[in-house]
T-cell receptor, first 118, second 111 residues
Framework: DTGVSQDPRHKITKRGQNVTFRCDPI?????LYWYRQTLGQGPEFLTY????????KSRLLSDRFSAERPKGSFSTLEIQRTEQGDSAMYLC????????????????FGEGSWLTVV | GEDVEQSLFLSVREGDSSVINCTYT??????LYWYKQEPGAGLQLLTY?????DMKQDQRLTVLLNKKDKHLSLRIADTQTGDSAIYFC???????????FGAGTRLFVKA
């Protein structure tokens, strides 16, 4: 078990460009989450997948943001026409619905992808 | 509503106990969590407690839950300089499908 992995770890982009982040969850986990964290704040929920279905999206997820999990395994988060306010760390997490009884819906985080928009 | 609040800073001396407090608002929360984040890294799960428990102990960590007051605390015994980090309180809501985090408490441990 290699844990949740995210790629790239760091991305610097010019305003207006598109960026895409990839997340590979823990292999047996069917739930996948994207969070955003800015300096001095806790992670803010963006969206959640169970298998390939996107079940919830936050109001924070504007129409410039799109997340996919086409085969129920890895996920991508794309930000189109980036703005300076998009600069943040984008965290991916995963969990297993079958662990709900033993450990709650404990989510396990990756190391995050830092985005800097200049 | 969904809101988790924590004090922003805590400073302790090495060897002392640290107590980090948190309040939450969703009475239907089934699980509450403590995560630790070191600089530039993701969040590491420290411990969790089910809402029908009052206390959970795990080595140097003790979690106390007062469900009536919606108050959660994390006590770290014999705090070490390596415990310096940001500690996040979180609650699982919406049937467990969503986890809401506080803004984090920055723990500084003085040698």
């Amino acid at each position: 078990d290699t844990g949740v992995s995210q790629d790239p770890r760091h991305k610097i982009t010019k305003r207006g460009q598109n960026v895409t982040f990839r997340c590979d969850p823990i292999s047996e986990h069917n739930r996948l989450y994207w969070y955003r964290q800015t300096l001095g704040q806790g992670p803010e929920f963006l969206t959640y997948f169970q298998n390939e279905a996107q079940l919830e999206k936050s109001r924070l997820l504007s129409d410039r943001f799109s997340a996919e999990r086409p085969k129920g395994s890895f996920s991508t988060l794309e930000i189109q026409r980036t703005e300076q306010g998009d600069s943040a760390m984008y965290l991916c997490a995963s969990s297993s619905s079958w662990d709900h009884g033993s450990s709650g819906n404990t989510i396990y985080f990756g190391e995050g992808s830092w985005l800097t928009v200049v | 509503g969904e809101d988790v609040e924590q004090s922003l800073f805590l400073s302790v001396r090495e060897g002392d106990s640290s107590v980090i407090n948190c309040t939450y608002t969703d009475s239907s929360s089934t699980y509450l969590y403590w995560y630790k984040q070191e600089p530039g890294a993701g969040l590491q799960l420290l411990t969790y407690i089910f809402s029908n428990m009052d206390m959970k102990q795990d080595q140097r960590l003790t979690v106390l839950l007062n469900k009536k007051d919606k108050h959660l605390s994390l006590r770290i015994a014999d705090t070490q300089t390596g415990d310096s980090a940001i500690y996040f309180c979180a609650e699982s809501i919406g049937g467990g499908f969503k986890t809401i985090f506080g803004a984090g408490t920055r723990l500084f441990v003085k040698a």
